[in-house]
């Protein structure tokens, strides 16, 4: 599995677009790039999945360079109940049998 | 609500005790997947069965086992537990038994040893 890195933490004000960057350098032909959202004490929960390009849906956009050496997850407009633990994953399917990193903790300020 | 339940939300035991964790998946669900989440470790893939049957075996003791039912419910099943093991562990379950469709999570139970 592709090793991936992610900002540890990361504050935001509500109603600004955040972009949370994940490098995975090693990342191979077939491996999807996936981010979850994680609240305190809940279950993780996908949020998008893409494989090159741009992918867009109801909650995010994610941005893929031709290199799929990074990938960049946007949060438009966030607000405080954005406020969650999101998690890059790199590998084929959806990661359910994956490692989640520690994840970055975006902490959204009124 | 993901639709996956997990019971009980919280279980207290003592240090040596053997627990039993239970997941209902989503109706429709064939795989079901169990994760432990600690502090100093992360989400941890713990197995995975489809249909009844092991598919996938990640980071898992061999104190701990788990099982899928005809009815597909599973149950993890945690033995001679230990003050490490308390954690919150987490089932998931999804369609297919590949991984190229979405995994739900449960809210997860809640373990402490103590």
């Known amino acids: 599995l592709a090793k991936t890195t992610q900002p540890i933490s990361m504050d935001s004000y509500e109603g600004q677009e955040v972009n949370i960057t994940c490098s995975h350098n090693n990342i191979a032909t077939n491996d999807y790039i996936t981010w979850y959202q994680q609240f305190p004490s809940q279950g993780p929960r996908f949020i998008i999945q893409g494989y090159k390009t741009k992918v867009t849906n109801e909650v995010a956009s994610l941005f893929i360079p031709a290199d799929r050496k990074s990938s960049t997850l946007s949060l438009p407009r966030v607000s405080l109940s954005d406020t969650a633990v999101y998690y890059c994953l790199v590998g084929e399917g959806y990661g359910q049998n994956f490692v989640f990193g520690p994840g970055t903790r975006l902490s959204v300020l009124p | 609500d993901s639709g996956v339940t997990q019971t009980p939300k919280h279980l207290i035991t003592a240090t040596g005790q053997r627990v039993t964790l239970r997941c209902s998946p989503r109706s429709g669900d064939l795989s079901v997947y169990w994760y432990q989440q600690s502090l100093d470790q992360g989400l941890q893939f713990l197995i995975q069965y489809y249909n009844g049957e092991e598919r996938a075996k990640g980071n898992i003791l061999e104190r701990f086992s788990a099982q899928q039912f005809p009815d597909l419910h599973s149950e993890l099943n945690l033995s001679s537990l230990e003050l490490g093991d308390s954690a919150l562990y987490f089932c998931?379950?999804?369609?297919?038994?590949?991984?190229?469709?979405?995994?739900?999570f449960g809210q997860g139970t809640r373990l402490t040893v103590v």
């Open positions: 998931a379950s999804s369609v297919g038994g590949n991984r190229d469709t979405e995994a739900f």
